[in-house]
């Protein structure tokens, strides 16, 4: 089986445009830069930002861990959660553009009602 990464390696392409989670404002990025070390996004409003693989990994791993599948849901909001992803990450917030990704590679669901919701495919 492959791992969370070598799934978004296969699927999501550079020039991919995604918009984050939410479903009444969620914020169109595009997936610029995928390699060995992770993927750079380029944020609606211009900036850029960096996501570790790890990353990825390790947030899979908290759903699995959490068994958030099914009828199981984790709140994106869930401060464990976001803690996790952001230390994960060097500090630099991206949840919002990890659970998209994520999803784009068919890894998890996003539920973009409120509250924004998640679970592992």
């Known amino acids: 089986m492959l791992d969370a990464y070598d799934t978004i390696l296969e699927r999501v392409k550079p020039g991919t445009q995604l918009k984050t989670p ?3 404002v969620g914020a169109p990025f595009v997936v610029e830069v995928l390699d060995a070390e992770g993927l750079t996004v380029k944020t609606a409003r211009g900036g850029k930002i960096r996501i570790s693989l790890f990353t990825f990994e390790t947030a899979v791993k908290f759903l699995a861990d959490q068994n958030i599948r099914g009828g199981t849901w984790l709140e994106v909001k869930d401060q464990d959660f976001q803690m996790l992803l952001n230390m994960e990450n060097d500090k630099v ?3 919002s553009y990890i659970l998209s990704i994520l ?3 068919g890894l998890i669901e996003v539920d973009g009602g409120r509250p924004n919701k998640v679970r592992l495919v």
Do not use: H, L, P, V
């Open 22 to 24: 939410d479903a009444k």
């Open 103 to 105: 999803a784009a590679a």
């Open 93 to 95: 917030r991206a949840a």
